[in-house]
């Protein structure tokens, strides 16, 4: 059920791609305890990525996409899981698996039949059988769609578009179908540039095993794992959402915030050359203040959501709640520091 040999490769287009030096979404989190004692927050890796690319798995869920997405969480690697609607069915928990392990989910046709002889009635049912099973046992509706071997034409692509799948193809096939070598599955990836996307497949050892070393190639070129962009079909930066946590050691025990205290988090969904915006989510009072510093010379151009004040620096912040909800925002001027992001000092309830 993998890519035919000689199949219709997309031919790699040349590409003049902007690259817009984007910092990794940085989360931090503090809790504050009833004592008013806080914990520094602490920034998440700091990989730099000078661009992205879209890490892709065909076929599954399969019986090995526990062990599949285990390699993956252990290596920092979001990608995107183009799966057969007819193992999603049979297998909804994997597929569930999937999304909580921080993947994309998208669309691989019912069964991998060659679609290109289908019927366009038969195409539409084909690929809205297989949302309908993906969002059923994910909740997420795919947006993305790879035709089986890579085969399509134009009306397979107008069927997909008017079911809001925008098709992807590939710009590296890892080979791994036809039997490629861990070295070889490793050698291809290295051919990935920024915004470009690679077929690999759930299901395969070889595929597995070279995870470890396409990360290490990847990160030695400051290239980081993406999503693919539903309106670009090309690799673009996670859009804001937060990388999964990485589960605490067994036997340490997970206490919730203290009453009285509050859980904020922080992410960075927006980087732009010369500001970048922040989005803060409370977790734990319905009335909140948060104290949030800056790194000079940042400073805060504009917030939505809460109600400010600054100290005499201007460069602490207290943001309380305004009725808008449990997520406030800011824009900081970067001021030539590109690099620092904000601290979240303390959050406390009323
Ligand atoms: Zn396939």
Known sequence: MYASIGGSRRPSAPRKSRLTVRLAVLASTVALGAAGLAVAATPSSAATCNGYVGITFDDGPTGST?????????????????????????????????????????????????????????????????????????????????????????????????????????????????????????????????????????????????????????????????????STGRAVAPDGTPPPTTPPPT??????????GCTATATTPNVWGDRYNTSVTVQGAGNWTVVVALTPPQRVSTTWNGSPSWDSTGYVMTMRSNGSGNTFGFTTMMNGNSSARPQIRSCTAG
């Open 66 to 230: 526990s062990a599949l997405l285990s390699v993956l969480r252990a290596n920092g690697v979001r990608a995107t899981m183009f799966n057969v609607g007819q193992n999603v069915q049979s297998n909804p928990s994997a597929a569930r698996a999937q999304v909580d392990a921080g993947m994309w989910v998208a669309n691989h046709s019912w069964n991998h039949a060659h679609m290109t002889s289908m019927s366009q009635s038969q195409m539409q049912s084909d690929l809205s059988q297989t949302n309908s099973a993906i969002q059923a046992a994910t909740g997420v509706r795919p947006q993305l769609f790879r035709p089986p071997y890579g085969e399509t034409n134009s009306t397979l692509q107008s069927v997909a578009s008017s079911l809001g799948l925008r098709q992807v193809i590939w710009d590296v096939d890892s080979q791994d179908w036809n039997g490629a070598s861990v070295g070889q599955i490793v050698s291809n990836a290295g051919r990935l540039q920024a915004g470009q996307v690679i077929l690999m497949h759930d299901g395969i050892q070889n595929t597995r095993d070279a995870i470890p070393q396409i990360m290490a190639n990847l990160t030695s070129r400051n290239l980081c794992p993406g999503m693919i962009s539903p």
């Open 251 to 260: 036997g340490t025990p997970t206490t919730p915030p203290p009453s009285g």
